[in-house]
């Protein structure tokens, strides 16, 4: 079975700007969390979708949204792009939301200048 | 903010010793995962102990987890250049769905 994958890998962006990260969840699974990794701060839960509806949300500004499509994949958009906002952001898919083990997609590279 | 704290924050061991990493959490969990991170890339999930587990191993990991103090250790024996990677303890709650609340990390570092 293919992993988890993320589009693009690495994204550089202006300050104002949006930005929209993709991710497709292994085939079958139908959670799908997203992560941001920064150096200060760490790993840190944005939100998780399961079968189209959002089950769980982080505590990040509304700037910080996200969807899941029919198929599972998902996709995260963060408007009104700040330099803190840089930060490696982690995709997760799991068989159900149940607790279970979690798989990450490599990751996205968004940097904010 | 993180939950867990993991100590400690860095370790630098010789290959074929064991390494052992702790984390502590602050509330009752349903599971508590172990992840292992190479240079800033995806985390690789390793291990899953629930609540009710005290002890799993997996090939050359062993997972502890003690409920009454909070806290759980990831032991790595016989260690190899391979294992050099960040591992994060991570905890899931009853109420939070999928949610993990990760540690801080540990940076493993093994010396060939």
């Known amino acids: 079975k293919a992993g988890v994958t993320q589009t693009p890998r690495y994204l550089i962006k202006t300050r104002g700007q949006q930005v929209t990260l993709s991710c497709s969840p292994i085939s079958g699974h139908r959670s799908v969390s997203w992560y941001q990794q920064t150096p200060g701060q760490g790993l840190q839960f944005l939100f998780e979708?399961?079968?189209?509806?959002?089950?769980n949300k982080g505590n990040f500004p509304g700037r910080f949204s996200g969807r899941q499509f029919s198929n599972s994949r998902s996709e995260m958009n963060v408007s009104t792009l700040e330099l803190g906002d840089s930060a490696l952001y982690l995709c997760?898919?799991?068989?159900?939301?149940?607790?279970?083990?979690?798989?990450f997609g490599p990751g996205t590279r968004l940097t904010v200048t | 903010s993180q939950q867990g704290e993991e100590d400690p924050q860095a370790l630098s061991i010789q290959e074929g010793e064991n390494a052992t990493m702790n984390c502590s959490y602050k509330t009752s969990i349903n599971n508590l995962q172990w992840y292992r991170q190479n240079s800033g890339r995806g985390l690789v999930h390793l291990i899953l102990i629930r609540s009710n587990e005290r002890e799993k191993h997996s090939g050359r990991l062993r997972v502890t987890l003690d409920t009454s103090k909070k806290s759980s250790s990831l032991l790595i024996t016989a260690s190899r250049a391979a294992d050099t990677a960040s591992y994060f303890c991570a905890t899931v709650y009853e109420t939070s769905g999928s949610r993990l609340t990760f540690g801080e990390g540990t940076q493993l570092t093994v010396n060939p």
């Open positions: 997760a898919s799991s068989l159900m939301s149940r607790l279970g083990e979690q798989y």
């Open positions: 979708y399961f079968s189209e509806t959002q089950r």
